[in-house]
């Protein structure tokens, strides 16, 4: 008898709409929010996941800029996006919508939450070691209290964000 191998399933996500939506549709729409990024609006589209489920999803930065990251989501709308277990380690989410993102059991760790809307995210298990936590609103204390690493959270400029997540605990 031959034992034939399970295909590996592609990943894949669920847009706005309810549309199911591949690994290379991803690519093509983070191409386009590069380009806008680059140009400074001029051309390429700004990035807007609003919505969207992205369960599992790599958004780790391939390409890194002379910081040492790259602001691959910058400006970009993930509100109410579902994020659970994505991996958005050393990426920098300045200026980028969180609000009522669900980022359970995401990795965060080395990433940059600088001027990032975070009203109503969860972090339940969220790993936060090293993150740079800056943002202009702040999440419901009882979801980042149950975040990872908490202690390890950094700041550049204000430390104000950082002191409610550490009394969180």
Do not use: C
């Amino acid at each position: 008898s031959t034992v034939r191998a399970e295909e590996k399933k592609e990943w894949t996500w669920i847009d706005r709409n309810s549309k199911t939506r591949t690994l290379k549709d991803l690519q093509e729409i983070l191409s386009y929010h590069g380009e806008w990024e680059s140009t400074r609006g001029q051309s390429g589209k700004l990035l807007n996941l609003s919505h969207a489920k992205l369960n599992k999803v790599d958004l780790r930065p391939r390409y890194y800029n002379s910081m040492g990251l790259t602001p691959l989501l910058m400006d970009a709308n993930l509100s109410h996006t579902i994020l659970w277990e994505a991996d958005l380690s050393h990426s920098g989410l300045f200026s980028t919508d969180l609000s009522y993102a669900d980022l359970m059991w995401a990795k965060l760790n080395d990433a940059y939450l600088v001027n990032t809307e975070l009203k109503g995210a969860s972090f339940i298990g969220a790993d936060l070691q090293g993150t740079v936590f800056e943002p202009i609103s702040l999440p419901n204390i009882r979801w980042i209290a149950r975040a990872r690493n908490l202690e390890y959270l950094r700041y550049f400029r204000t430390p104000d964000a950082l002191s409610f997540a550490m009394n969180s605990e």
